[in-house]
C-alpha cells in the first residue's frame, strides 16, 4: 500500500508537456491525482525543451551512419534526467536505487491486462519506494546509449508506431491508476472490467426500458439475481466468442474446458 504521507511521484520527461493536461485535468484520473481521497502521488512534468546546450540548442541531432530523421540526444535527455528529475525531487546521488525509468516505444513489452496488472502492483505496491520516471521518445528515436544506461523498463502500448511516446504515457499511466485502491469509486468495477476473467463485459442498459422499438431483457427487470447473472456470463460468453475469439479460446483453455457451447450472436463461427 502506498505511503499515505510520503507522496509517490511520477515524472514525466517530454518535449509536449501539455498532451498531459487532460490527464491531470479531467474525469477519474484528475480526481485520483488531486482529489479528496487524498492519494499519495503527484505527477511533475518535465519538459524536455528545458535542458538543450546553449552550444547546441535543439534536443535531437541527425543520425551517425546516416538515416532519415533526428534521434533525440543522450545529453539532452541525461540534463533532463538530472536537473528536471534528480534534483527536483532530492534524490541525491544514489538516485538509480530510488527511480524506476520507464521509456515507451515499440520495441518495449506489449501492454496488455496482465502486464498492467502486474505493474501496477509492482510500482505502486512493494515497490513504491521508487518513483516512476517516464520518458516520451520522439522522431525517429533516441540515442541508445541513453536507453541501454538509465532505462530499466522498455514499453509497447502495440504493434504500431505513435509519432511519440506521450500517448503511450497517458494509456499507461490511465490503465495502471484503476487497479490502485481508492482510484475508482466502487472498488469492484476494475474486477468487473473486460479482460479481467478473460470474458469482455456483457450488455448494460438503464433507462428507457423501451429505446426504440428494443426492450431491455426480461430477464433483467425480473429481480431474479441467479437467473440475471447465468444471463450475464451467457453473454460475456457469446460476446467474447463473437469479438475476440482469442480470448475465448484463452478462457477455455484456462477454466479447463476444450469447447464452450454458447450462442453467437453474429450467426457465424
Ligand atoms: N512510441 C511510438 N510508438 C509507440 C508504441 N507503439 N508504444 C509505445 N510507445 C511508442
Request: proline share 4%.
Amino acid at each position: 500500500m502506498i505511503d499515505t504521507v510520503k507522496k509517490f511521484k511520477i515524472w514525466i520527461i517530454t518535449i509536449f508537456p501539455e498532451y498531459f493536461r487532460p490527464l491531470l485535468d479531467c474525469g477519474v484520473t484528475a480526481n485520483a491525482l488531486n482529489g479528496p481521497n487524498g492519494l499519495a502521488l503527484e505527477v511533475n512534468l518535465v519538459p524536455l525543451g528545458n535542458y538543450t546546450f546553449q552550444k547546441y540548442k535543439g534536443i535531437d541531432d541527425t543520425p551517425f551512419g546516416g538515416g532519415p530523421g533526428m534521434i533525440v540526444r543522450a545529453d539532452v535527455l541525461k540534463n533532463a534526467l538530472d536537473c528536471g528529475v534528480v534534483n527536483a525531487g532530492n534524490y541525491g546521488g544514489s538516485y538509480r536505487d530510488k527511480l524506476h525509468i520507464v521509456y515507451t516505444s515499440p520495441r518495449g513489452k506489449v501492454w496488455n491486462r496482465d502486464y498492467c496488472k502486474e505493474f501496477s502492483g509492482r510500482v505502486w505496491t512493494e515497490n513504491a519506494s521508487r518513483d516512476l520516471v517516464f520518458i516520451c521518445g520522439r522522431y525517429e528515436g533516441v540515442d541508445e546509449r541513453f536507453l541501454q544506461k538509465y532505462v530499466d523498463e522498455e514499453i509497447s502500448i502495440g504493434d504500431y508506431v505513435l509519432t511519440g511516446g506521450e500517448i503511450a504515457v497517458m494509456a499507461i499511466l490511465d490503465s495502471a491508476l484503476r487497479y490502485l485502491p481508492g482510484v475508482l469509486g466502487n472498488r469492484e468495477s476494475s474486477q468487473k472490467d473486460s479482460f479481467e476473467d478473460y470474458l469482455l463485459e456483457n450488455g448494460q442498459y438503464t433507462k428507457p426500458r423501451e429505446f426504440e422499438g428494443v426492450v431491455v431483457p426480461e430477464v433483467l427487470l425480473s429481480g431474479n439475481h441467479k437467473k440475471i447473472a447465468e444471463y450475464h456470463l451467457a453473454e460475456k460468453l457469446a460476446l467474447t466468442k463473437q469479438y475476440r475469439p482469442d480470448l475465448f479460446l484463452k478462457f477455455n483453455k484456462l477454466s479447463g474446458k476444450a469447447t464452450q457451447k454458447v450462442g453467437n450472436k453474429s450467426g457465424k463461427d
